[in-house]
């Protein structure tokens, strides 16, 4: 199964790293010259994972029209961008494997929701789980979630993908695992902001049992399953990005925490931090859901600058007392 990658930063980058790893041929996408002069040249992505050799069975374009010789394609632009880069890309029947971590802003729809009304012939998977793309592409170990309707093509998909050190374990509930991604980041926001904002270790640990509650009842309202919400894509994603500054997510919760604004924070970023987009289409989507998400408007009302870190830290402490489950 060739594959291709579509997105030549970080994370497809380290994808493309993965599915290179036994010297099999891989094709990736990248919309930059540069990003794709230095792949093909110096076997390095200089601008988006710099410092980390890649293999020369990578092989790096700027024409999507190359991807056509794929038998499988890895989706990996931001989630804002997904749908229109779809729609240049030559798809009909192949297998796409969407790895953005989002919601998209206007519509509210999932990945996988995108994939489908742009490419409704393709089989659509997903493939997430705690995954800092400079240590898969440095070849740490580590386990994903791959989701797919279609059991024959999930099985072919995670043995082609599989390595002694990236072990994808599969699963049919496609909702579950995207969403899991696409909370998390938002919740990764919180817990950066109580690292910035010095309030200690307790408060961290209890935003992320209550952001993951959030989690469960979002992910359960839009047809994801619990249980993969406590798996590799939801709670594994979860603890490593509410715990590690190497996060852009938790860094970026780190600056909202000293006080600085998002929109500070945000200008001139070339890496992408998902969160910050997907918090108020996050909170738009819940509303209309009728599913209570506390942390989550308090990441939204800090990231539009509606409010100071006191204010919403005293407003989550004093709502009423509830019931855990
Ligand atoms: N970096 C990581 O460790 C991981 C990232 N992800 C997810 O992968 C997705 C891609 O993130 P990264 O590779 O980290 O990106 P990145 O932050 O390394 O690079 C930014 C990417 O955005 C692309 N981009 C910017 N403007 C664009 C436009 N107008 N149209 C299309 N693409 C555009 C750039 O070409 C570049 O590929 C995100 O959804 C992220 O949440 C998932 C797992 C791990
Ligand atoms: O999704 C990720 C790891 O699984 C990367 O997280 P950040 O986008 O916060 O860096």
């Known amino acids: 199964m060739r594959i291709g990658v579509i997105g030549g930063g970080a994370w497809g980058t380290a994808l493309a790293q993965v599915a290179a790893a036994a010297g099999d041929p891989v094709t990736l996408w990248a919309r930059e010259h540069d990003v794709v002069a230095s792949i093909n040249r110096e076997h390095e992505n ?42 240049e890309t030559p798809v009909d029947t192949r297998p796409l494997v969407l790895c953005a971590k989002g919601i998209e802003a206007g519509t509210v729809a999932l990945m996988s929701e995108i994939a489908h009304s742009v490419h409704p012939r393709a089989p659509i998977a997903v493939l997430s789980g705690p995954t800092f793309a400079a ?4 070849g740490l170990p580590t386990a994903v979630t791959l989701a797919c309707a279609d059991e024959n093509i999930g099985r072919a998909l995670a043995e ?8 994808p374990y599969a699963s049919d509930d496609v909702a579950g695992a995207e969403i899991g ?7 990764a926001i919180a817990c950066g902001v109580v690292a910035g904002a010095g309030l200690g270790e307790n408060a961290r640990a209890a935003l992320i049992a209550r952001g993951f509650a959030e989690m469960v009842r979002y992910g359960v309202a839009r047809g994801g399953r619990a249980e993969t919400l406590s798996g590799l894509s939801g709670l594994g994603d979860l603890v490593l990005t509410c715990s590690s500054v190497a996060s852009r997510n938790f860094s970026l919760g780190v600056g909202l925490g000293k006080g600085e604004s998002a929109e ?39 990231l539009s600058g509606e409010s100071k870190v006191d204010a919403v830290v005293a407003a989550l402490m004093s709502r009423p007392l509830g019931r855990e489950g």
Not at 47 to 72: G, K, M, W, Y
Not at 160 to 167: E, K, V
């Open 46 to 87: 200089r601008q988006f994972l710099p410092n980390i050799p890649l293999s020369a069975a990578i092989r790096a374009t700027e024409s999507l029209a190359d991807l056509v010789a794929c038998d499988a394609l890895l989706v990996v632009v931001p989630a804002q961008h997904l749908r229109a880069v779809l729609s």
């Open 135 to 138: 240590e898969v592409a440095r």
């Open 160 to 167: 082609r993908l599989a390595q002694p050190t990236f072990r």
């Open 181 to 187: 991604g696409a909370v998390k980041n938002v919740l």
């Open 264 to 302: 500070s924070l945000l200008a001139d970023r070339a890496s992408v931090a998902e969160g910050a987009f997907t918090a108020p289409v996050l909170a738009q989507s819940a509303k209309a859901l009728e599913i209570a998400m506390p942390v989550v408007e308090a990441v939204c009302a800090l």
